[in-house]
């Protein structure tokens, strides 16, 4: 099967064949591949981990779709794909310096990128690695940066947001995933931004060309491409966004509501043990190749489960502190934690052309093994009124295993949450909750982890 | 003959004048009314914008070099304090927020 958002490259394609993945080079994108494979550099950075490696298999794994005149690479499979809107600030961060540490070392050694996506950017735990080998090509004398704008709008502009106007960028940018405008973040700066260069010159300058600009700028363009960008500048231009980048920080907005929850908030220090315990039994039990922690807050219990055995974690979070922190975390411990900006009740639906471009993010989750769903239930059924059936019925249908914890109406959390407001939620109860549970899965453990009444289930899926 | 040559903001020196004569035209433009292809316009922006961030790289780098002479002549006039860590202080963690 062709990738549904391989179209665009003449290059090349990217298929799927019994779970391996293949791309087929092009004749149009043959001779680059070969000059970029034989490069010292690139093997380099294939042996770094910066670019995700390609071996040449016998294109007959194709089939019928092998390429006339080209051949076929094998890449390693990437556990979990996610995009730039999903993206902690600090992933995107770390996701546009390692795309300029690459540009900048390739065009050393005469190679340039054909486009500055930050779709073909993806995350080995917190480690970004570049996926899509057929944007490297051999550099053409005086080029100019063909991917510049795009690097903009999916790297640069999304950092802005957050960084100078407190804006995260997240929903914007998956309301637009070929990126922010350049009008839109120009729109927003005010006049004390002259004074910031990299503003001045990313920002401001092209935002009030491309909304006043007239019919002189094709013939400029013309003459501009007839002149050509020294290399010496195309790197001064890399290197200058570099360094701005580099200092970006995500502008506070005050603590968020669960970057600081703690243990303590909610349990006892017994209580948090109990807890503690039961994620790393089911952890070194189960050892999933991957779980998804459903509201992994700080990345707390995710970093427990992968020390006890599970080998890679996907966390979804929706509070933009929590997730920073959770990043923050991860790439200081070395975990191989992802943590993505997720709305669990609005879940990434699939989009760009044809709605199959960029994956939902349920269709993701085929091989997600277990899931952990802690403090978690009580947020969706009477934060956002969805029923308590189908919630169970969602997060049974994500693995064939997992824990859910259920925090009962007595605990403080819940009267905290139903104090200003009427309870309309007769039918949430732990009963009703297992009941829900029995239509899906059958129940392997059970403990109760709180004075209040809090229950966490072990559950195994039936068979389907 | 360059913009900034041409209303005499040479005079401003080699850094500032295409700085300002970028600024100028950048906050004085009028609506055109016309449809600009966001990828015409960054080819026509580049080379400006790549000029002016080759400048700013090269003197900063100039900068902090005339930092680096007067630091390193501070240190030589100052007697090294008893205990004093010499191996300066720790990097923070750039992705620690």
Same mark, same amino acid.
Not at chain 1, 323 to 334: G, I, P, V
């Given at each position: 099967?062709?990738?549904?958002?391989?179209?665009?490259?003449?290059?090349?394609?990217?298929?799927?064949?019994?779970?391996?993945?293949?791309?087929?080079?092009?004749?149009?994108?043959?001779?680059?591949?070969?000059?970029?494979?034989?490069?010292?550099?690139?093997?380099?950075?294939?042996?770094?981990?910066?670019?995700?490696?390609?071996?040449?298999?016998?294109?007959?794994?194709?089939?019928?779709?092998?390429?006339?005149?080209?051949?076929?690479?094998?890449?390693?499979?990437?556990?979990?794909?996610?995009?730039?809107?999903e993206?902690s600030?600090?992933?995107?961060?770390?996701? /546009?310096?390692? +795309?300029?540490? =690459?540009?900048?070392?390739? !065009?050393? $050694?005469? @190679? %340039?990128?054909?486009?500055?996506? #930050?779709?073909?950017?993806?995350?080995?735990?917190?480690?970004?690695?570049?996926?899509?080998?057929?944007?490297?090509?051999?550099?053409?004398?005086?080029?100019?940066?063909?991917?510049?704008?795009?690097?903009?709008?999916?790297?640069?502009?999304?950092?802005?947001?957050?960084?100078?106007?407190?804006?995260p960028?997240q929903d914007?940018?998956?309301?637009?995933?070929?990126?922010?405008?350049?009008?839109?973040?120009?729109?927003? /700066?005010?006049? +004390?931004?002259? =004074?910031?260069?990299?503003? !001045?010159? $990313?920002? @401001? %300058?092209?935002?009030?060309?491309? #909304?006043?600009?007239?019919?002189?700028?094709?013939?400029?363009?013309?003459?501009?491409?007839?002149?050509?960008?020294?290399?010496?500048?195309?790197?001064?231009?890399?290197?200058?966004?570099?360094?701005?980048?580099?200092?970006?920080?995500?502008?506070?907005?005050?603590?968020s509501t669960w970057?600081?929850?703690?243990?303590?908030?909610?349990?006892?220090?017994?209580?948090?043990?109990?807890?503690?315990?039961?994620?790393?039994?089911?952890?070194?039990?189960?050892?999933?190749?991957?779980?998804?922690?459903l509201g992994c807050n700080?990345?707390?219990?995710?970093?427990?489960?992968?020390?006890?055995?599970?080998?890679?974690?996907?966390g979804l979070e929706n509070d933009h502190g929590a997730l920073?922190?959770a990043?923050?975390?991860?790439?200081?411990?070395?975990?191989?934690?992802?943590p993505l900006y997720q709305d669990c009740t609005d879940p990434s639906?699939?989009?760009?052309?044809?709605?199959?471009?960029?994956?939902?993010?349920?269709?993701?989750?085929?091989?997600?093994?277990?899931?952990?769903?802690?403090?978690f239930?009580?947020h969706v059924?009477?934060g956002r009124?969805?029923?308590?059936?189908?919630?169970?019925?969602?997060?049974?249908?994500?693995?064939?295993?997992?824990?859910?914890?259920?925090?009962?109406?007595?605990?403080?959390?819940?009267?905290?949450?139903?104090?200003?407001?009427?309870?309309?939620?007769?039918?949430?109860?732990?009963?009703?909750?297992?009941?829900?549970?029995?239509?899906?899965?059958?129940?392997?453990?059970?403990?109760?982890?709180?004075?209040?009444?809090?229950?966490?289930?072990?559950?195994?899926?039936?068979?389907? | 003959?360059?913009?900034?040559?041409?209303?005499?903001?040479?005079?401003?020196?080699?850094?500032?004048?295409?700085?300002?004569?970028?600024?100028?035209?950048?906050?004085?433009?009028?609506?055109?009314?016309?449809?600009?292809?966001?990828?015409?316009?960054?080819?026509?922006?580049?080379?400006?914008?790549?000029?002016?961030?080759?400048?700013?790289?090269?003197?900063?780098?100039?900068?902090?070099?005339?930092?680096?002479?007067?630091?390193?002549?501070?240190?030589?006039?100052?007697?090294?304090?008893?205990?004093?860590?010499?191996?300066?202080?720790?990097?923070?963690?750039?992705?620690?927020?």
């Amino acid at each position: 099967m062709i990738d549904p958002a391989s179209f665009r490259d003449p290059a090349g394609r990217v298929h799927h064949v019994d779970g391996r993945i293949f791309r087929a080079v092009h004749r149009a994108g043959l001779q680059d591949w070969l000059f970029v494979n034989g490069s010292e550099v690139f093997q380099r950075l294939v042996q770094r981990g910066a670019v995700l490696g390609a071996d040449e298999v016998d294109p007959g794994v194709l089939g019928g779709d092998a390429p006339t005149g080209g051949l076929v690479l094998e890449h390693p499979r990437i556990p979990f794909w996610s995009y730039p809107y999903e993206w902690s600030f600090g992933a995107l961060k770390a996701a /546009a310096l390692a +795309h300029l540490d =690459l540009q900048i070392e390739l !065009l050393d $050694h005469r @190679i %340039a990128l054909s486009d500055g996506s #930050a779709y073909n950017v993806q995350f080995l735990g917190t480690r970004p690695v570049f996926v899509d080998v057929l944007s490297l090509r051999r550099y053409r004398a005086n080029e100019h940066w063909a991917g510049y704008r795009q690097f903009c709008q999916q790297f640069l502009y999304p950092l802005l947001l957050r960084s100078k106007f407190g804006v995260p960028f997240q929903d914007w940018f998956r309301g637009r995933p070929e990126g922010i405008a350049v009008e839109e973040v120009a729109h927003l /700066a005010r006049w +004390h931004h002259l =004074l910031s260069l990299g503003m !001045l010159l $990313h920002v @401001i %300058a092209p935002g009030r060309l491309q #909304a006043h600009a007239g019919g002189w700028v094709e013939t400029r363009a013309t003459r501009a491409q007839a002149r050509g960008l020294p290399m010496s500048r195309y790197r001064s231009l890399l290197l200058q966004l570099r360094d701005w980048i580099a200092v970006l920080r995500p502008r506070a907005q005050g603590p968020s509501t669960w970057q600081d929850y703690a243990w303590g908030a909610t349990y006892d220090r017994a209580e948090a043990a109990a807890k503690r315990a039961l994620v790393e039994c089911f952890a070194r039990s189960v050892r999933p190749a991957l779980l998804l922690d459903l509201g992994c807050n700080t990345g707390e219990y995710a970093g427990l489960a992968l020390r006890a055995g599970a080998q890679k974690v996907v966390g979804l979070e929706n509070d933009h502190g929590a997730l920073e922190r959770a990043f923050a975390h991860a790439h200081r411990a070395t975990l191989d934690l992802l943590p993505l900006y997720q709305d669990c009740t609005d879940p990434s639906p699939g989009q760009g052309w044809n709605g199959r471009e960029h994956r939902g993010l349920v269709e993701r989750c085929a091989d997600v093994e277990a899931v952990m769903a802690l403090a978690f239930v009580h947020h969706v059924v009477l934060g956002r009124n969805i029923p308590l059936a189908d919630v169970v019925r969602w997060i049974t249908s994500l693995a064939p295993c997992g824990l859910i914890e259920f925090v009962p109406k007595d605990d403080r959390a819940v009267q905290r949450m139903l104090s200003l407001r009427d309870d309309a939620f007769p039918g949430y109860s732990f009963d009703a909750f297992l009941a829900a549970l029995h239509r899906h899965a059958r129940v392997v453990a059970q403990r109760t982890v709180s004075q209040s009444g809090r229950e966490i289930v072990w559950f195994v899926r039936d068979a389907q | 003959m360059p913009v900034h040559t041409r209303w005499g903001l040479h005079r401003l020196g080699p850094t500032t004048a295409p700085l300002v004569a970028f600024v100028v035209v950048v906050v004085t433009c009028r609506p055109a009314h016309a449809y600009v292809d966001p990828g015409t316009l960054s080819i026509v922006l580049q080379g400006t914008v790549a000029g002016i961030a080759a400048l700013a790289l090269y003197f900063r780098a100039r900068v902090t070099k005339l930092f680096s002479i007067f630091r390193r002549r501070s240190k030589c006039e100052e007697p090294e304090a008893p205990g004093a860590n010499s191996g300066g202080k720790a990097e923070s963690d750039p992705d620690d927020q």
